[in-house]
Every structure is written in structure tokens, then in C-alpha cells.
């Protein structure tokens, strides 16, 4: 498939399934290739998180089981027209792998656009993305992404602040998705990008 379809999703154990699902369904009705990196290729242990009555904080509980396609070793980012990250638990394991922050900041450094939901965006946070952006985030990451120089939007749902799009939770998802396929949709013909190879 043309490069300028496949998009790459970056989750693992603990990911939100209600996120990655939905991405991969989208994306896949619009005529895009989703593509799983994972940190090995693995049945994943998704979960979803909900809030119920009495409890101060969300719960978690176990969600769908989804195949990666590839370990965070295989990702090329030259095949890619841009990079998705879910949120879920997985970004708080997956933001101290050294390959996932080489691979964000090489789409970053290529011009390639990238989307961040949730909990996602704490990557974007340790890869050094979110100072001086507009950032829309689940609440409880608002600290993180100020502590390093983000701007946290609110009440906006999502937001686009150059060629990183973010949004807070999957109740952003039509929000969000206007956005991510607002720029999945504009030509790139005219925009030549420079590759970044992986360090």
C-alpha cells in the first residue's frame, strides 16, 4: 500500500481498547492502512476504564485481546504518513522505552503528523513535544504537560497546534477525528518531507 495510507499506531498491554479499536475501524473505513507497533509482536491485553458510583477515580477492567503487527524494532518511519498514539495505561510503561521516544521524535523531526489522545499524550510529554503547544489531554495529565511547558486547553475537546493534534478522552473522539481527518486528507504533494532516521 502507498505510504501515504498506512498509519502507524503506537500501544501494548493496558492500552485503551475502546481507542485502539475505534482508530483501527476509522482509519480502515476511510481507505487507510492502521498498522500496531508494539513493544514485541503479541496478542496485547487491552483494558477500558470507566467511571462507577462511590469511587474517586476511574476503575479499570479487562478489555478486548488485539494482535500487534510489529515490535517498536520492525517500525520504519519512512512507511508511514503519520503516527497515532492511544491512550490507556500503556503510555506509562511505554514512554521509559527509548524506541518509541526514536520513533515519535523521528516522525516529529520528518514533518509527519502526529495524534495523541489521552493518556497518549504523556509520551508526547517525554519525547519533549508539548512545550509552548496547545495540548488537550485527559485532566490528570494537565500537570505533566505544564510541568514541561504545555499549554493544557480547556473546554475544547481537542486541538491542533501544528502538526500535533491532541484530545482528552475517548468521549473527544468526534472532536478529535474531525481534526485527524481533516489533516490525513490535505496533499502532501506540494509539502516534500525530509526523512529522520531512527537513532
Known sequence: ???????????????????????????????????????????????MHDFEPGWDTYIERPGYLMESNLSFDDVTPADYHSLLIPGGRAPEFLRNDQRVINIVNA???????????????????????VNGRKIACYEHVKFEVEACGGIYVTPQQAVQDGRIITGKTWQSHPEFYKLVFSCLEKTKETEPETQVAIN
Open 1 to 47: 500500500m502507498n505510504n501515504n495510507k498506512k498509519i502507524l499506531i503506537i500501544t501494548g498491554d493496558a492500552g485503551e481498547s475502546f481507542e485502539i479499536l475505534y482508530a483501527s475501524h476509522r482509519l480502515l473505513e476511510a481507505g487507510y492502512q492502521p498498522v500496531i507497533a508494539a513493544p514485541t509482536v503479541k496478542r496485547m491485553n487491552l483494558v
Open 107 to 129: 516522525f516529529y523531526n520528518s514533518n509527519k503528523y502526529i495524534f495523541a489522545i489521552c493518556h497518549g499524550v504523556q509520551i508526547l510529554v517525554t519525547a519533549g513535544l
